[in-house]
T-cell receptor
Framework: DSGVTQTPKHLITATGQRVTLRCSPR?????VYWYQQSLDQGLQFLIQ???????AKGNILERFSAQQFPDLHSELNLSSLELGDSALYFCASSPGGGTSGVVDTQYFGPGTRLTVL | EDQVTQSPEALRLQEGESSSLNCSYTVSGLRGLFWYRQDPGKGPEFLFTLYSAGEEKEKERLKATLTKKESFLHITAPKPEDSATYLCAVYGNEKLTFGTGTRLTIIP
């Protein structure tokens, strides 16, 4: 158990809908990262938040957005869902922000499996 | 653009048969190379971080090594419970870039 929690475990919805995925980082970690893992593409970095502020952005679609709240939990919002958005979505956390010095290890949660029908 | 290539894509070994997994990378300014283990439908589990060429890390039957262009994950006398997908990732341009993994199956 990494200490990172994600809810829900599974989510089934229809095209065009909007969903919210939730992540609680390990105690004391300030950074939260979101990743998408689909069968054909492997793990793709979406976005990082550090202490409430956006820190780095990857291949995140405009239909997707995220935020980190004062208690450091994070939410990933996916809207106008398409069939191709079906994937495993992982959250990871680390103590620091990776801005300088030694790079932190990212610890991953159990994931949310999203199925868009 | 940072790139990570892992080989082979899949590997089947008999229990006790040692082997190595390869991770080759191109990155502008490597700040760390990570190995994770992932079981089906689960989140990646951290194994090792390597920061500079020549560095080695060991944990039970696994040993990770790093050169300027690639990393190896050596598995010695594997057991069936070592069956998993092993992921390599590099931290370069402010993000982790993952390879697509090697799916390892250990046959009893």
């Amino acid at each position: 158990d990494s200490g990172v929690t994600q809810t829900p475990k599974h989510l089934i919805t229809a095209t065009g809908q909007r969903v919210t995925l939730r992540c609680s980082p390990r105690s004391g970690d300030l950074s939260v990262y979101w990743y998408q893992q689909s069968l054909d593409q492997g793990l793709q970095f979406l976005i990082q938040y550090y202490n409430g502020e956006e820190r780095a952005k990857g291949n995140i679609l405009e239909r997707f957005s995220a935020q980190q709240f004062p208690d450091l939990h994070s939410e990933l919002n996916l809207s106008s869902l398409e069939l191709g958005d079906s994937a495993l979505y992982f959250c990871a956390s680390s103590p620091g922000g990776g801005t300088s010095g030694v790079v932190d290890t990212q610890y991953f949660g159990p994931g949310t499996r999203l199925t868009v029908l | 653009e940072d790139q990570v290539t892992q080989s082979p894509e899949a590997l089947r070994l008999q229990e006790g048969e040692s082997s190595s997994l390869n991770c080759s990378y191109t990155v502008s300014g490597l700040r760390g190379l990570f190995w994770y283990r992932q079981d089906p439908g689960k989140g990646p589990e951290f194994l090792f971080t390597l920061y500079s060429a020549g560095e080695e890390k060991e944990k039970e039957r696994l040993k990770a090594t790093l050169t300027k262009k690639e990393s190896f994950l050596h598995i010695t006398a594997p057991k069936p419970e070592d069956s998993a997908t092993y992921l390599c990732a590099v931290y370069g341009n402010e993000k982790l870039t993952f390879g697509t993994g090697t799916r390892l199956t250990i046959i009893p």
